[in-house]
């Protein structure tokens, strides 16, 4: 009796304790299921201890079937071929050649010469090269009683060398030009004035260059030029620029500091042709140093480069100085991929105007210059470029131009007063007027790849010019355009074309007079009429290293007048021979 009131006191505290723990802090309730698997034993398995007796009145008896074999020896002469691994054919690469000469001559006694060599040392860290061009013709023009010949040689030897963390290079040139002032027309003088005059002009240049990069260096680059330019009437111009450019990193942009020293002086034998008397001599002497800080900023489709241009002049033949302010400062945003790019800026500079650059523009200038720098205060543009579809290329873009001093190439005046050496004042040579001058431009581009061995490209501009002097822009035209091709035609066959149009221009013919101003000079505004050009060339290549050319230029025979009376040459074709060798 005393056990079992032992055990109920037991249970009954057990239960009170569990109750009270409930009221104090209740942990909830949780159900767990306990699955075990099954795992039979050998036990659990039976078998049939005997097999049933199939009493079937369709079960048949097996019969005992014997059989064998009756070989015949059969003769065989087949040989199982060894496998092999199937290769893939690979395309040998074209064979490189340092060296390649070509010549090709013409009608109007036409000669076209290239010469190209190049050297590697080093393992290719070093390489020199040496390159020779000469295009001349002899050919005559029926508009004209004076000689149309012209001679163009120039003479390039370089030197560059290629470290893992820099690369240098120099570079000599020789040039020699030879141009007449032909601009004379049929019956404008009698014979014995024709034949007094003598129109050539012989131009000579000599320059050097250096450059230098360096990787991992706050100074990225550097470049020198010297030149020496002269001509056969004694007028002489040198030239020394000097570009460093050094790049700053701070935090995620990079800013880059292109600094600019440009020196020019040079001197003219004769005066000017708006005098009556070559009585004295023209010197020039520029100086600029200009230093361009700018910021570079990245982002997913923005490229945006802020900027600006401190450039200080100072003409030392005059006294005269100025200190120039310009924006530089151009953006791209990639709105859509690579199909829509809007691009734009506004950028100014002081550029630099020589005797040499004038010569290159139009080589019909009189030796008797005004050498001035231009005002370029600024030129916005806007545009958008980018891909129409996979082959298909475009590039539109609007732009708005301010220049004081812009250099324009109109006709000295006709000085028969004159007795220089040289017969370039018979209105046969262009002077240069500076003008202040406002340009709004359109400019649109179309390029097609229609495969990798057919390009076709279209290009045109629009202008619309304001002067200050409220005269013409002179021959400068209002529009421009040029269509090309390029097709190959397959590994032997190549061709190529271009067109190109020029539209009218406006030019100024005068005559000296005495005691007078150039503006109260006798002078008449003339119209050039706008011209095609269409030219083409093909080519045959027998091998690697052989080639024959052809080339067809104003295959149209128009007699155009790129200046006033100067006249082109007619319809030119010119044939020749490409070789490429090792040296």
Known sequence: MQRKNYIFSILFLSLWGAVFAQETDDIGTETVTVVKPYSPTVSDAFKIKSAPNLNDSIVLQKKNIDYSIFSVPVASTFTPAKGKASKVKRTPPPTLY??????????????????????????GEDLLDFGLNH?????????????????????????????????????????????????????????????????????????????????????????????????????????????????LPI????????????????????????????DGE???????????????VLRDDLTLNLGANFVYGLDTENSDSNFYIYPAIT???????????????????????????????????????????????????????????????????????????????????QNLFRTDDKGYYYGNSFQVFYDDVKTLGIFGELNIDVNRNFTLGVNAEFFDYDTETDNPAWNLPSIK??????????????????LFYVGEREDLMAQ????????????????????????????YRFNEQLSIFVKASNIANNNYQRWANFRVQGFQALAGVSYKFDF
Do not use: C
Request: net charge negative.
């Open 98 to 123: 340092n060296s390649y000469a070509s010549v090709g001559l013409g009608n109007y006694n036409n000669a076209l010469v290239e010469l190209y060599t190049s050297r590697e040392f080093n393992r």
């Open 135 to 247: 295009h001349s013709s002899r050919g005559a023009i029926e508009t004209t009683p004076l000689d149309a010949d012209f001679y163009n040689t120039k003479f390039d030897a370089s030197y560059a060398k290629k470290d893992r963390d820099m690369d240098w290079g120099a570079s000599v040139g020789l040039q020699h030009q030879l141009y007449n002032w032909y601009g004379i027309e049929n019956g404008a003088f009698d014979e014995a004035t024709v034949a007094g005059i003598d129109e050539t002009q012989n131009y000579f240049n000599a320059q050097a260059k250096a450059h230098l990069n360096l990787e991992d260096s706050y100074f990225k680059s550097g470049k020198v030029l010297l030149r020496r330019f002269w001509d056969t009437t004694k007028s002489g111009e040198n030239r020394v620029v000097l570009e460093p450019s050094v790049e």
């Open 251 to 278: 935090t995620e942009e990079l800013v880059t500091i292109n600094a600019k020293l440009d020196f020019v002086n040079g001197n003219f034998k004769n005066a000017s042709l708006n005098n009556t008397l070559n």
């Open 282 to 296: 023209i010197n020039y002497s520029q100086f600029q140093v200009g230093i361009n800080p700018s910021l570079l």
């Open 331 to 413: 953006a791209s945003y990639r709105l859509v991929d690579e199909t829509v790019i809007a691009y734009g800026g506004i950028e100014g500079q002081l550029e630099q105007n020589s005797y040499y650059d004038f010569v290159q523009d139009n080589p019909y200038v009189s030796p008797t210059l005004d050498i001035q720098p231009t005002d370029k205060q600024y030129e916005g543009h806007v545009g958008i470029k980018g891909q129409l579809m996979s082959n298909v290329g475009y590039n539109i873009k609007g732009s708005y131009t301010a220049e004081n001093r812009k250099p324009l190439f109109f006709l000295n005046p």
């Open 481 to 498: 355009g040029s269509v090309f091709m390029d097709y190959q035609i397959n590994k032997q066959w190549y061709l190529g074309a271009n």
């Open 512 to 539: 000296a007079i005495q005691n007078a101003t150039p503006s109260e000079f006798p002078a008449t505004i003339v119209t050039l009429d706008s011209f095609f050009d269409a030219n083409a060339h093909a080519g």
